[in-house]
Structures are given as structure tokens and as C-alpha cells.
């Protein structure tokens, strides 16, 4: 059962090139704005600085944009009350938690816990990363498992989970389910 007196959120799974972007920002877009966009990306190199130039340009002004590679539950925390927020994505913000080296439970856990205890719309946005072989390497494996045990603990305390493949929505967890 939906609680009514608490604002929806969305989780959208896919892999990478499955729509799950341009899903998400559907999503906020059909809410009253203004939109926050939390970007969880860091510029590394030439190709991923143009391609977030080309996403902010194809976002436009009716979006506030928010940088937060790592204090994500603060930035969602800190948006303006009421306001919809799309954080894209929750995957590169674990690995930005993870190389960084901080306590990953206590990040997720308060991650958690702010999804749960939310005052605005959310669709969060996270990559479904493991249904290819086991990595070979340990760091690989690690990263897979926190990042299936986040969706797991973020789908418990959302509305709806969409699973987006080859561009189609599959909602995996509706609001009457
Ligand atoms: N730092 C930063 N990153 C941004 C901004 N806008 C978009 N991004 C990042 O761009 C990424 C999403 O774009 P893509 O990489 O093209 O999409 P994708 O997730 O691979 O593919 P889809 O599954 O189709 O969405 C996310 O990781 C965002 O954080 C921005 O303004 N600033």
C-alpha cells in the first residue's frame, strides 16, 4: 500500500544505452517544476565533459542542476522542499564512495534512510550491473554486490521500480503492488 501522506518516489534499473535517463526525466518532467537534477558524474575526460555538456544543454533552463559525486543524501536533503528530484546515477555515485574509500554500509545506509524519509518527489536513477559473468577481480566483485544490495534496500522503500530494456519500461513494482 502506498503511503499517501509521503511524496512518490521512482527507482529506474537498466544497463547502460537502456533509456533509463530519458525515462527518468519523463518522469520528473510530467511533476511541477522547477526540477533538480543531481548528477552524481565527474568529468574524467574529454568524451564524458562533452557528453554532460550536451545533457545540460537538452535538459534546459527549467532545470537547477546539482553536483554531488559523493554527499548525495545531503544534496537531496538540501533540495528546496516540494521540488522533484532526478539523481542520475545512483552506480557512479558508489563507485565515486567506494575509490574514494569511505565506510560504503554507513553511505548506503544513510542513502537509505534519506529515500525513506523523503519531503520531495524522487526518481532515483541506478544501473542494473550483474547479470553478466562473475568479474575476475575482487574489487569488481565487491562493487557488483553493493550495488544489487542498494537497489534491493532503495526498491524496498520506493513506490515504483521500472526495469528499463532495449528503451521499454517493465515496471518490476507499481504503487498497488
Ligand atoms: N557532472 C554532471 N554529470 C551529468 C550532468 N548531466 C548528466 N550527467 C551525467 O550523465 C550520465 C547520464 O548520461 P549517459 O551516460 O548518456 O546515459 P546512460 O546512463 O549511459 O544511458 P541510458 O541508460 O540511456 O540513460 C549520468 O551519469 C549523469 O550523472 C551534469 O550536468 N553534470
Redesign the pocket.
Known amino acids: 500500500m502506498q503511503d499517501t501522506a509521503r511524496p512518490t518516489a521512482h527507482l529506474v534499473l537498466?544497463?547502460?544505452?537502456?533509456?533509463?535517463?530519458?525515462?527518468?526525466e519523463a518522469l520528473v518532467r510530467a511533476m511541477p517544476g522547477p526540477w533538480i537534477?543531481v548528477?552524481?558524474?565527474?568529468?574524467r575526460d574529454d568524451e564524458?565533459a562533452e557528453?554532460?555538456a550536451r545533457?545540460?544543454q537538452e535538459?534546459g533552463p527549467q532545470w537547477h542542476?546539482v553536483?554531488a559525486?559523493r554527499a548525495l543524501a545531503e544534496a537531496i536533503e538540501t533540495a528546496p522542499e516540494g521540488a522533484p528530484v532526478l539523481v542520475?546515477?545512483l552506480t557512479?555515485w558508489l563507485t565515486n564512495v567506494m575509490l574514494a574509500d569511505e565506510d560504503v554500509e554507513a553511505a548506503c545506509r544513510q542513502l537509505v534512510e534519506t529515500v525513506a524519509s523523503r519531503r520531495r518527489p524522487l526518481v532515483l536513477?541506478a544501473?542494473e550491473v550483474g547479470f553478466g559473468i562473475v568479474p575476475d577481480n575482487a574489487l569488481a566483485r565487491r562493487f557488483r554486490d553493493h550495488a544489487g544490495l542498494l537497489n534491493q534496500r532503495l526498491a524496498a522503500v520506493v513506490d515504483e521500480v521500472i526495469l528499463?530494456v532495449a528503451?521499454l519500461p517493465l515496471t518490476v513494482k507499481g504503487p498497488t503492488q
Not at 14 to 22: E, L
Request: glycine share 12%.
Open positions: 537498466g544497463g547502460a544505452r537502456s533509456g533509463k535517463s530519458r525515462h527518468a537534477y548528477a552524481t558524474a565527474e568529468a564524458m557528453r554532460i545533457h545540460r535538459r542542476t553536483e559525486p542520475d546515477c557512479l536513477v544501473n528499463m528503451g
